[in-house]
């Protein structure tokens, strides 16, 4: 009888009772001299049990060598065998004895190994002059030995193969061997689904990487791709925008990314690589379909998503893509000429360098001859080159809002989306592009008029001194994208849920003239906080906020006119007046403050139209005594003069910064002669109008700054207006 059958007869008669049948087995290989009634088959596997890759440990082994003879076959034998105990090291090409003594003087190489497998209690290990025995404490420890042993073996054999070949059939059968090995395998450790894509990643320049997607496919639906892979997949989708890996397997990978990624910090090549696929996909035909529809999977049919990753790492992804965009925009104005050539399929991207240069196009990707260009170009018109013109720029925004919007749609998701962009998490150029603010204006009213209060809430600032998205898109800011119906919206919303509190009402006497705007275009919550301001007597903190406004000159005044101006702002609509005179009935002295006749000092809120200034004026009659108008910054044009020639008393106009041109300044120059401040700073007036003011004996001061005036005509206005004292024509002609 041989070696192996003595092996095996013996072991499985005297099996250590501790070896259960229920250990995990696989099929075992036995020599062609072993007879069939000589080696039973082994116990059924009644359950997978997972195991720990091994790279070192203590284990018994014997080495058993080939002989002819009678007596080596004895010696060889059960009972005459020599055990020895090694402390193994399972390298990358050998086994290895930290002692090299004995049966491992020499270390066993991997290509050395005609056969691995297990013999009941041992691991049997063919080599040219025999066999080694390894015999483990119990079953466990033997079978990740005899797994281990496998995986090594065959990792070593598949970096021999992929070096030496470059047959693509080749390498495509090799990496579809080591794919169903790492798939099957019961070990379990990271580098086990890792090693598959090292080896992968040498292949990238000689195998096509459509070919190498298919083979990698049951791989990828278990383990995030590579960095090479990342890189390889972003380049396919750049390349290829309309292969059928986008909307096939790149969808089940990018699905898997975001549901089990941890941190894009630690992983920038793999969002990059979903930055890319959601681009590409953004260009087909479907592209908003598309995007929202991969989206709502992502989500899943319930309810609830039931993957708390993929949330924060759609926005992740959104939050880096925005921020590349202007990144983008900033370093091609500094750098124009260095610039002009990137394509939009290699944006900036402020956390890798690298990404700004081209990827080398693949050998079988890449375009020859003539049919290069027209290939480029092709990609050029739909998926790249966003550098090339605003238009693509937008194009690009609406792609990464669209997420955004469609994520905003989920109830589940609204809460964590809120609470990812309370903190306005995007660049200030953002905040002013119109494109951004229009798309991001539905996510934020979604958001703000949301019932629930840990949502609305979102919208107010972080943190005591921060302002939030109410602040962004109030009325008097420049990131405003509509009239304020949404900020009056969200703003209904606050006081009809939880704000209705003196801390939150004392905070909004900041945005006075934001209320007092759409108090104006008759929104009742505006109205609503207006009267409850005067009501509980909050007005101190926006009256020294006014009192730096740029109507200067107004200051003290201002300050203690600031309700009687509320009061005639709440007058001037039908609904504002009711809210107001219900008040008076309940506070004495707002009564007394409305006996006082009208302001004698009045400021609109930027971005008022001369619509507004026409509601102001006349239906509200309690402005005979008014003063000192200040219009600065508010978007009137020459269209309110014949307005503003109703108020006799008015002795300061402040125009700076609006478009009231010439023909005004000619109206108002034959009726407010007792005006004697008159500040027209950064107006379209000319020479024409100007001249006009010849016969406004009254003015004292008049400030011309950045206007077209020209030398003669401030020469005919000094010399035609004998009481002017101060007269600023800086960054004229005339200066």
Known sequence: ????????????????????????????????????????????????????????????????????????????????????????????????????????????????????????????????????????????????????????????????????????????????????????????????????????????????????????????????????????????????????????????????????????????????????????????????????????????????????????????????????????????????????????????????????????????????????????????????????????????????????????????????????????????EALVDDVFIKGMGIVVGAIGTDPRCAVHQCVLGIREGKEGWFHVICPSSAACSDDGSLWASILKTLLDCCCRRKAFLASMTKLVGACQLLALRDHSSAQETLCLMLEWNLLEVADENNSSHPSGGCGAEERNSLPLQIATTLQSTESGRRLYFELCDRQLHLKELQQKGGPKKLTLPNRSTDEDLSKLLLNCGSLGNLECLSLAFTQVTSACAQHLIKLPSLRYLNLWSTQFGDAGLQLISEHLHKLQVLNLCETPVTDKGLACLASMKSLRKLNLNSTTLSVSTFEKLKQKLPSLQECDVRYTDAW
């Not at 003595?6 to 099929?27: C, E, R, W």
């Not at 929202?292 to 939050?319: I, M, Q, T």
């Open 1 to 428: 009888m041989a070696v192996e059958d003595q092996t095996t007869t013996t072991t499985h008669n005297g099996q250590d009772p501790k070896f259960s049948s229920s250990s995990l087995v696989v099929p075992q290989t036995h020599s062609s001299e072993a007879p069939a009634e000589s080696s039973p088959a082994p116990p059924p596997v009644l359950h997978r049990r997972f195991l720990k890759l091994l790279s070192e440990g203590d284990i018994q082994l014997c080495r058993v060598t080939h002989s002819g003879t009678v007596i080596g076959k004895i010696l060889s034998s059960k009972f005459l065998r020599r055990w020895e105990t090694h402390h193994l090291y399972l390298n990358d090409a050998q086994i290895s004895s930290k002692t090299p003594s004995g049966f491992m003087e020499e270390s066993t190489p991997y290509s050395s190994m005609k056969e691995i497998s297990l013999v009941h209690c041992l691991i049997r290990i063919v080599l040219p002059e025999g066999c080694l025995l390894l015999q483990a404490n119990n079953a466990y420890v033997r079978d990740q030995w005899y797994h281990s042993i496998i995986w090594k073996k065959n990792l070593f054999r598949y970096h021999q193969i992929t070096r030496r070949t470059t047959r693509q059939e080749v390498l495509l059968k090799e990496v579809k061997s080591m794919v169903e090995l790492a798939t099957s395998t019961p070990l379990q450790d990271h580098c086990i689904a890792q090693a598959p894509f090292q080896v992968i990643s040498s292949l990238l320049s000689t195998v096509s990487v459509k070919d190498l997607l298919l083979t990698l496919s049951p791989l990828l639906e278990r383990q995030p791709p590579s960095r090479e892979m990342c890189t390889a997949f972003s380049r396919h989708c750049r390349l290829h925008p309309r292969s059928s890996l986008v909307r096939g397997l790149f969808t089940s990978v990018v699905h898997r990314i975001l549901k089990h990624n941890v941190d894009f910090g630690k992983n920038p090549f793999m969002r990059r690589f979903v930055h890319d696929y959601i681009r590409v996909l953004y260009a087909h035909n479907d592209g908003p379909q598309a995007v929202r529809d991969f989206v709502r999977n992502a989500h899943g049919e319930g309810s609830a998503c039931p993957h708390p990753r993929v949330l924060p790492n759609l926005v992740a992804v959104c939050l880096a893509a925005v921020f590349s965009i202007y990144e983008y925009r900033r370093r091609r104005q500094r750098h124009p000429s260095d610039w002009v050539n990137i394509q939009a399929n290699h944006p900036v991207d402020h956390n890798e360098d690298k990404m700004t240069q081209s990827p080398p196009v693949l050998p079988d990707e890449r375009p020859t001859s003539s049919a290069s260009h027209d290939h480029r170009q092709k990609i050029n018109n739909k998926t790249s080159n966003i550098g090339s013109s605003s238009n693509n720029n937008i194009w690009d925004m609406q792609c990464y809002l669209a997420i955004i919007k469609t994520a905003c749609e989920f109830e589940d998701w609204r809460p964590g989306l809120a609470q990812l962009l309370q903190p306005v998490p995007f660049p200030d």
